[in-house]
């Protein structure tokens, strides 16, 4: 598979062309061969020069951040479920949304930054523009999957913040058999992430699962 750093350096097209020959998952070929088809991707070349030096390159080689968040899909049973209705909360360039919208879910997506919004533009993964406070209610609805990906929000939570926004997304925002999965970037061991471990309906890898029947 292509680094980071290749893939930047080619345009979206062979990325993917090359990406495609390059892997064995063929959901993953087909994700990539679906993004040709649907998006401008000389388009791109443009995007790819705007954010040169502004954020991190990994969040905007996409062949890359598709193939990680893959199996966030999978484990949340998007490749097997019709018409779901999903949330990224921190979404960043919009890539989880691009997933859903890959296995026909709508998508959803809440951010408070708007250096992203050329990425979000050109996925077509508008965000609501809302910054995640603990104790604050979300200005969201209802969802049968809500991700939250390398999390940067509830830093200094404590255990008890990190309790009340977990019971509230599965009280007021997760459908009935609805998942939430987060994860963090950074050490997994500091004590409200071990916390939340223990309090997670399962973990994969670094990500841990809350399942709204399963809340306590």
């Known amino acids: 598979m292509l680094t980071v750093a290749q893939e930047n350096a080619l345009l979206l097209d062979e990325a993917l062309k090359r990406s495609i020959g390059a892997t064995r998952d063929r959901d993953l070929a087909a994700l990539y061969e679906w993004i040709r088809q649907n998006y401008d991707t000389a388009a791109y070349a443009k995007v790819q020069a705007d954010y040169r030096g502004q954020i991190d390159p990994k969040f905007v080689a996409v062949c890359e951040r598709v193939r990680k968040l893959l199996p966030v899909a999978r484990w949340l049973g998007w490749h097997k479920a019709k018409s779901l209705r999903t949330l990224d909360l921190g979404s960043g360039a919009g890539h989880m949304g691009l997933i859903a919208n890959y296995y026909g879910h709508s998508a959803e997506g809440l951010d408070c930054y708007a250096l992203y919004d050329g990425l979000r533009a050109f996925w077509r993964q508008p965000a609501i523009d809302h910054r995640i406070e603990a104790g604050q209610p979300l200005p969201v609805g209802r969802y049968h999957s809500i991700t939250s990906i390398l999390t940067n929000y509830g830093r200094d939570w404590s255990i008890g913040a990190w309790d009340e926004f977990i019971g509230r997304i599965l009280a007021d925002h997760l459908e009935p058999g609805g998942e939430f999965v987060i994860s963090f970037p950074g050490d997994p061991n500091?004590?409200?992430?071990?916390h939340l471990?223990?309090?997670?309906?399962?973990?994969?890898?670094r990500h841990m699962f809350f399942r709204r029947e399963n809340a306590r």
């Open 190 to 194: 500091l004590p409200a992430r071990l």
């Open 197 to 205: 471990r223990k309090r997670a309906s399962r973990i994969e890898g």
